[in-house]
């Protein structure tokens, strides 16, 4: 088992190495140095930019080169205050020899010791090369993404001009310029980024994730600006014919060996198979395709960002289901995705993938892609540290001159991910309450404190009010609804968390349905009773003049009889009729004295007029008196 495993790693080594080399080459990318002074030795040179630290893209740099008398190689930290920190407004430029040691060491002294910039000559009589991190080593995780300076790596013929001025005392001053580094046709740069979604592949997975968490924001604006034009990409290898039914190759490889991933352990016999990294790989390329159709391309940074977040291998979630997940919270259509990817299994070309071997190769000024991670702006490698500000200003330094963004012309930047589909993160419409909460670098999907009342759950799909006070806030997320006057609620104050359906519902408590009680047999079983069903409870009533006890669910006689209910009328008649009686017995009183109040007053005036009459007819009766006379 163990020599079929050397056979197959040696193998896909051989066949990645002629895939490569199939009319393609490896470019690299070149600054130019010039020597201004002294004015003899004034000349023009190319420069191999160093893959580490930041390249001055679209500027340049004057200093005076300086050469150590000890340590030439750079190999052991410098003596010393920062020996070489320039005392003057001239930065120095320190001339180091290859060998020994790894280049990036070399800069990383010379960084420590003042230097502004580090050049290594070359030992050989060759072409120039590229100097790259190294790859895997542990004594150099520390200090690769510390170097900040640019460097550049010089053919032996021009480090010995360098160092032959310098040995005769002559002051050395050249000029490394990165103008033309960085190919600056029109106002909109087109950039990619070569990349992989395995997480476990050391410093290099490391450095390409952080960047692309970083670079996010940048990304965003650039391209919703109508700035810049973003293209991910994937490298894949296909599996030597030999051993395409071979377990190891089934199980890195997809549509029958020709699209492949090494072992993501590199141990084929437990953990995830390449395979699962190359179907992913697959995936992320079509969300890009699939959100680039909706307008919506820079999408891709939010779902692999959340993805590297959701769904690592470290923490064992690196699955379909995962990433349908994340896909959800995105608003991205998961069926056009699936259909875009295609049938892993079938004997078929795979169009997306042959479309990535494809560009893989070189061509034209652009080389091949051998390093992951590779950022290529306007058709041309970058170098240096895939940092954001420094990949920000060579992409900038890809605009024509006086078309630049107004990003790349200030240090400041901004911008609200919230604001386009919540960020993906959970919100409460209702309550106006999200999860998302914007930073510098982006966003991040977080459970929020509201009103004292704090949320708890992934920030992405979930979010629930936890503690007291909770049902104050959209009734904590619980299920509430009002009808015929009555209101019933999921949310109680006596639980801290949670949802649960008051009586006569039931349900999950986020969405409670009322309990047919007089169908489910629940109620209202006595002998006799007829049931109708009310929102939220029952009506119950029993058979003849029986009374319903809800809390016994029993009938019960009414206690009542023939000689009470006579009784009671004849006491109601009688107070009745005694109302009536007074009633008249009160209007004939009050008549009575009336009139004889009256009568007494009116006899105050007539006894003069009963008098007087009184007279006249008595005269009238009695006979003339004697001595009396008519005249």
């Given at each position: 088992?163990a020599?079929?495993?050397?056979?197959?790693v040696?193998?896909?080594?051989?066949?990645?190495?002629?895939f490569?080399?199939?009319?393609?080459?490896?470019?690299?990318e070149?600054?130019?140095?010039?020597?201004?002074s002294?004015y003899?030795?004034?000349?023009?040179?190319?420069?191999?930019?160093?893959?580490?630290?930041?390249p001055n893209?679209?500027g340049?740099?004057?200093g005076t080169?300086?050469?150590?008398?000890?340590?030439?190689?750079?190999?052991?930290?410098?003596?010393?205050?920062?020996?070489?920190?320039?005392?003057?407004?001239?930065?120095n430029?320190?001339?180091?020899?290859r060998?020994?040691?790894?280049?990036a060491?070399?800069?990383?002294?010379?960084?420590?010791?003042?230097?502004?910039?580090?050049?290594?000559?070359?030992?050989?009589?060759?072409?120039?090369?590229?100097m790259?991190?190294?790859?895997?080593?542990?004594?150099?995780?520390?200090?690769?993404e510390?170097?900040?300076i640019?460097s550049?790596?010089?053919?032996r013929?021009f480090?010995?001009?360098?160092?032959?001025a310098?040995?005769?005392?002559?002051?050395?001053?050249v000029?490394?310029?990165?103008s033309?580094?960085?190919?600056?046709?029109?106002e909109?740069v087109?950039?990619?980024?070569?990349?992989?979604?395995?997480?476990?592949?050391?410093?290099?997975?490391?450095?390409?994730?952080?960047?692309?968490?970083?670079?996010?924001?940048?990304?965003q604006?650039?391209?919703?600006?109508?700035?810049?034009?973003?293209?991910?990409h994937?490298?894949?290898?296909?599996?030597?014919?030999?051993?395409?039914?071979?377990?190891?190759?089934?199980?890195?490889?997809?549509n029958?060996?020709?699209?492949?991933?090494?072992?993501p352990?590199?141990?084929?016999?437990?953990?995830?198979?390449?395979?699962?990294?190359?179907?992913?790989?697959?995936?992320q390329?079509?969300?890009?395709?699939?959100?680039?159709?909706?307008?919506?391309?820079?999408?891709?940074?939010d779902?692999?960002?959340?993805?590297?977040?959701?769904c690592?291998?470290?923490?064992?979630?690196?699955?379909?289901?995962?990433?349908?997940?994340?896909?959800?919270?995105?608003?991205?259509p998961i069926?056009?995705?699936?259909?875009c990817?295609?049938?892993?299994e079938?004997?078929?070309?795979?169009?997306v993938?042959?479309?990535?071997?494809?560009v893989?190769?070189?061509?034209?000024?652009?080389?091949?892609?051998?390093?992951?991670?590779?950022?290529?702006?306007?058709?041309?490698?970058?170098?240096g540290?895939?940092?954001?500000?420094?990949?920000?200003?060579?992409?900038?330094a890809g605009?024509?001159?006086?078309?630049?963004?107004a990003?790349?012309?200030?240090g400041d930047?901004?911008?609200?991910?919230c604001?386009?589909?919540?960020?993906?993160?959970?919100?409460?419409?209702?309550?106006?309450?999200?999860?998302?909460?914007?930073?510098?670098?982006?966003?991040?999907?977080?459970?929020?404190?509201?009103?004292?009342?704090?949320?708890?759950?992934?920030?992405?799909?979930?979010?629930?009010?936890?503690?007291?006070?909770?049902?104050?806030?959209?009734?904590?997320?619980c299920?509430?609804?009002?009808?015929?006057?009555k209101?019933f609620s999921?949310?109680?104050?006596?639980?801290?968390?949670?949802c649960?359906?008051?009586?006569?519902?039931?349900?999950?408590?986020?969405?409670?349905?009322?309990?047919?009680?007089?169908?489910?047999?629940?109620?209202?079983?006595?002998d006799?009773?007829?049931?109708?069903?009310?929102?939220g409870?029952?009506?119950?009533?029993?058979?003849?003049?029986?009374l319903?006890?809800?809390?016994?669910?029993?009938?019960i006689?009414?206690?009542?009889?023939?000689?009470?209910?006579?009784?009671?009328?004849?006491?109601?008649?009688?107070?009745?009729?005694?109302?009536?009686?007074?009633?008249?017995?009160?209007?004939?009183?009050?008549?009575?004295?009336?009139?004889?109040?009256?009568?007494?007053?009116m006899?105050?005036?007539?006894?003069?007029?009963?008098?007087?009459v009184?007279?006249?007819?008595h005269?009238?009766?009695e006979?003339?008196?004697?001595?009396?006379?008519?005249?």
């Amino acid at each position: 088992m163990a020599i079929l495993r050397y056979l197959w790693v040696a193998s896909w080594v051989v066949s990645a190495a002629l895939f490569l080399s199939v009319e393609a080459r490896f470019v690299v990318e070149k600054n130019s140095i010039s020597i201004l002074s002294p004015y003899n030795r004034r000349s023009k040179h190319n420069g191999a930019i160093g893959n580490f630290g930041v390249p001055n893209y679209g500027g340049s740099m004057v200093g005076t080169v300086v050469y150590p008398d000890k340590g030439a190689n750079g190999c052991s930290p410098f003596e010393g205050d920062k020996p070489f920190k320039s005392k003057s407004n001239r930065p120095n430029i320190l001339l180091l020899d290859r060998g020994e040691c790894f280049f990036a060491s070399k800069v990383w002294h010379g960084q420590q010791a003042g230097a502004a910039a580090v050049l290594v000559a070359d030992t050989l009589d060759e072409p120039l090369i590229t100097m790259d991190s190294p790859e895997g080593s542990s004594n150099a995780d520390g200090y690769i993404e510390k170097i900040g300076i640019p460097s550049a790596f010089i053919e032996r013929s021009f480090g010995d001009t360098l160092k032959d001025a310098l040995k005769k005392g002559e002051h050395v001053v050249v000029k490394l310029d990165w103008s033309e580094s960085m190919p600056h046709p029109d106002e909109r740069v087109e950039f990619e980024l070569w990349t992989n979604s395995n997480d476990e592949c050391g410093v290099r997975c490391d450095e390409q994730m952080d960047f692309i968490k970083n670079f996010k924001g940048h990304a965003q604006i650039l391209e919703k600006g109508g700035y810049t034009k973003f293209t991910p990409h994937y490298i894949t290898w296909y599996c030597p014919q030999p051993f395409i039914d071979s377990h190891q190759c089934k199980s890195q490889c997809i549509n029958h060996g020709r699209y492949c991933a090494p072992d993501p352990e590199q141990n084929f016999g437990e953990g995830y198979e390449g395979k699962d990294v190359v179907f992913e790989n697959l995936r992320q390329l079509c969300v890009h395709r699939v959100a680039n159709e909706s307008k919506r391309p820079w999408v891709w940074w939010d779902y692999v960002t959340d993805f590297h977040i959701r769904c690592s291998m470290k923490q064992k979630r690196y699955s379909k289901e995962c990433a349908e997940d994340v896909m959800k919270s995105l608003n991205l259509p998961i069926e056009k995705i699936k259909d875009c990817m295609g049938d892993p299994e079938a004997d078929v070309e795979n169009q997306v993938l042959k479309t990535e071997q494809d560009v893989q190769v070189g061509h034209g000024s652009r080389g091949d892609v051998t390093i992951l991670p590779t950022l290529v702006i306007n058709d041309v490698q970058y170098r240096g540290k895939l940092e954001r500000t420094a990949v920000l200003k060579a992409i900038c330094a890809g605009f024509k001159e006086t078309t630049e963004p107004a990003i790349c012309l200030s240090g400041d930047l901004e911008t609200n991910e919230c604001l386009d589909h919540n960020g993906g993160c959970w919100q409460d419409l209702k309550a106006n309450v999200t999860a998302c909460k914007d930073t510098f670098r982006g966003r991040v999907c977080d459970c929020p404190l509201v009103n004292g009342v704090q949320y708890k759950g992934d920030g992405y799909s979930i979010c629930q009010a936890v503690g007291p006070g909770r049902c104050a806030i959209n009734n904590g997320g619980c299920w509430t609804d009002t009808k015929d006057g009555k209101t019933f609620s999921a949310c109680l104050e006596s639980n801290i968390a949670g949802c649960s359906c008051p009586h006569g519902f039931h349900g999950d408590g986020h969405k409670c349905v009322d309990v047919d009680e007089c169908k489910e047999g629940l109620a209202c079983k006595c002998d006799g009773c007829s049931c109708k069903n009310t929102w939220g409870g029952y009506d119950c009533k029993c058979a003849g003049n029986k009374l319903y006890l809800m809390d016994q669910d029993t009938c019960i006689e009414r206690s009542a009889s023939k000689v009470g209910r006579f009784l009671t009328f004849f006491v109601l008649a009688a107070v009745v009729g005694a109302v009536i009686a007074g009633y008249i017995f009160y209007k004939y009183r009050l008549r009575s004295y009336m009139d004889s109040e009256i009568m007494a007053i009116m006899s105050q005036y007539m006894p003069l007029d009963n008098q007087h009459v009184n007279q006249v007819v008595h005269h009238e009766a009695e006979p003339l008196r004697q001595g009396s006379s008519s005249v």
